[in-house]
Structure formats: C-alpha cells, structure tokens
T-cell receptor
Framework: KQEVTQIPAALSVPEGENLVLNCSFT??????LQWFRQDPGKGLTSLLL?????REQTSGRLNASLDKSSGRSTLYIAASQPGDSATYLC??????????FGTGTRLTVIP | EPEVTQTPSHQVTQMGQEVILRCVPI?????FYWYRQILGQKVEFLVS????????KSEIFDDQFSVERPDGSNFTLKIRSTKLEDSAMYFC???????????FGDGTRLSIL
C-alpha cells in the first residue's frame, strides 16, 4: 500500500527566507503528484501538479520537483511571506485514481 | 474561477441517525471524489465516481456509505447509521480528466454526538 511521508512536520522561518518542504512515497508507480495548501478549517487548494513523466513544475514563487524513481518530491518556496503560513500537503495519485496524502508540513512565516 | 461548493459547512447529528452531505462539483468535470480527515490525521480517500458509477472505493467506504449524483449537478454522500467515529471533516473534490488536478471544496465538518 502507498505510504506518503512529509518532513518536517512543522517549520518556522523568518519572512523572506527560501525554504524546502519534502515529500516521499513508497511506491513509485504513480500517475502524478499534487501539492496542496490547507488553511485552518478550510479545504485544500491545489498548488501544483506534476505528471509522472515530468521533473518539475513552477508557479510564481513555488517550484515543485519530482524524482519518481527515488520516490521523492520537494516544494521550494522562494522569498517566503506571512501569507504563506499554512499546512502544505503532498498527495500521489495511483492508477486507481484516488489520492494518497501525506500528514503535511505546518509552515509558519514570521514577519 | 469555478469552485466546488459543499453544504452544510457543519452538521451535528445524533449517533445512529442518517446524514446526507452535499456537493456541487465544477460544472464540466467528470470525476468526483469524497475524502475525509479525522482531526489531526491524514486526508483519506473514500470513493471516486465516474460515468454515474463508483470507480474505486476504500475499505472505509463500507455498506453504511453511499454516493449519488441525483440530478447532474449535485453529488451526495450518505451515511445511513452514523457512529461516533464518523466524526470528521468530509471533503468533496472534482476533476476534469484523470490526469488533471483535483479541486476540493471547503468541507463539511460532521460531528456525531
């Protein structure tokens, strides 16, 4: 069964810093990998989706990479802002078309 | 931008009662999903729905659960006889194609007393 792990569980950085969030998964037979943002008490906002054939995707200050063979993905956030404070979730989609989620990294950006 | 909407935002129900959670997916999407998140735990897949039938379900989705797309716009999750352990946030999601992002609603917080 697919297991998704995210490290660190929580991260606190001063505003302006660049940071990296890590995601690993046990079964490399994935369809794609998606990064989400979750604000407290809210739903999940899709940030980036990387197809299994791709190596990275970029959106604004966010860059996600995928190394399918080693079962790893990273989310790079450049020039962090207090508004980036949220929980970041990665999820892998298997051929069964459901998503397996990690436990998330809770990010706090200190002004 | 189109979004997935869920109602109600919070539902409080006595144990043993039936609940129906409602979702309006994005209008041109073809794939529909329900997930749940117990407080402090991972988001877990419940069921996926395509072409008017269940395409995949998890072991959580037992005989107490059912889904329906009654009118071409709504997508519902019914829990027939709720248990205390059904208390969770329930998220609906929809996707245009199987390899496109899934878009989530804000969820329904279900509290079973």
């Amino acid at each position: 069964k697919q297991e998704v792990t995210q490290i660190p569980a929580a991260l606190s950085v001063p505003e302006g810093e660049n940071l990296v969030l890590n995601c690993s998964f046990t079964d490399s037979a994935i369809y794609n990998l998606q990064w989400f943002r979750q604000d407290p008490g809210k739903g999940l906002t899709s940030l980036l989706l990387i197809q299994s054939s791709q190596r990275e995707q970029t959106s604004g200050r966010l860059n996600a990479s995928l190394d399918k063979s080693s079962g790893r993905s990273t989310l790079y956030i450049a020039a962090s802002q207090p508004g980036d404070s949220a929980t970041y979730l990665c999820a892998v989609q298997t051929g069964a078309n459901n998503l397996f989620f990690g436990t998330g990294t809770r990010l706090t950006v200190i002004p | 931008e189109p979004e997935v909407t869920q109602t109600p935002s919070h539902q409080v129900t006595q144990m043993g009662q039936e609940v129906i959670l409602r979702c309006v997916p994005i209008s041109n999407h073809l794939y529909f999903y329900w997930y749940r998140q117990i407080l402090g735990q991972k988001v877990e897949f419940l069921v996926s729905f395509y072409n008017n039938e269940i395409s995949e379900k998890s072991e959580i989705f037992d005989d107490q659960f059912s889904v329906e797309r009654p009118d071409g716009s709504n997508f519902t999750l019914k829990i027939r006889s709720t248990k205390l352990e059904d208390s969770a946030m329930y998220f609906c999601a929809s996707g245009g194609q199987i390899d496109q992002p899934q878009h989530f609603g804000d969820g329904t917080r279900l509290s079973i007393l």
